[in-house]
C-alpha cells in the first residue's frame, strides 16, 4: 500500500491532510476577523476537532515508527535477547493499557449513540470526535504488535529518536 502513497503510511497522510485543514481553517478564521471585521465559531471548533484527530494519527505514527518517548540508556547495558525481552514485556504492557482505553472508550461512544451530547455550534454529534480514542488506540495497537514482530525477526532495538532519520 505504501507504494501508491507515495511511501507514506495512510496514517501519515491522514495526520498531514487534518493538519493542513487545521491551519487552512485557523488562517482563514484570521483573514475573516482582521480583514473583514466578521467571525465564524465554527472554524474554530472543526480546526480543534482535526487537531485533536491529528494528534492521534501522530501517536499512530509514532508508534509505528517505535519513536515513542522511552528511558532506553539501561537497554543499550543488556544483551541482545534480554533487551528483545524487556522491549516486549514493555510492549505488552503497552498494549494491555491499550486495550483498557479501547474498551472503555467503545463503551463511552455507544452511550454518546444513546444519548448524544450535540456540538453548539456545528450541531454535530460528538461521538464522531471522540470516536477517534478507540479508534486510536486500536491502531496504535496494531502497530505495536508490527514493531514487536520486527523486532523479534530483526533482532534491532528501540529507535534512538536523538539520532535523526
Not at 4 to 12: F, I
Not at 19 to 33: D, I, S
Not at 64 to 89: C, F, G, Q, W, Y
Not at 156 to 161: H, M, S
Request: aromatic letters at 16%; glycine letters at 8%; a positive charge.
Amino acid at each position: 500500500m505504501r507504494k501508491y502513497l507515495g511511501g507514506r503510511s495512510p496514517e501519515e497522510w491522514l495526520g498531514a491532510i487534518l493538519m493542513t485543514v487545521v491551519v487552512a481553517l485557523l488562517g482563514f478564521q484570521v483573514v475573516a476577523r482582521f480583514g473583514m471585521g466578521r467571525s465564524f465559531s465554527w472554524l474554530e471548533e472543526v480546526s480543534r476537532f482535526a487537531f485533536v484527530w491529528s494528534v492521534y494519527f501522530g501517536f499512530i505514527i509514532a508508534a509505528e515508527s517505535d519513536r515513542h518517548i522511552r528511558v532506553s540508556l539501561h537497554l543499550d547495558m543488556l544483551p541482545n535477547k534480554a533487551r528483545l525481552a524487556m522491549l516486549t514485556l514493555a510492549d505488552v504492557l503497552w498494549l494491555a493499557f491499550n486495550a483498557v482505553v479501547i474498551w472503555y472508550g467503545y463503551w463511552f461512544t455507544i452511550s454518546m449513540f444513546e444519548f448524544p451530547y450535540i456540538s453548539q455550534t456545528t450541531g454535530i454529534n460528538l461521538v464522531w470526535v471522540q470516536m477517534i480514542v478507540p479508534l486510536g488506540f486500536t491502531f496504535m495497537s496494531v502497530r505495536v504488535i508490527q514493531v514487536m514482530v520486527r523486532r523479534w525477526r530483526t533482532g534491532e532495538g528501540p529507535v534512538d529518536a536523538r539520532m535523526g532519520d
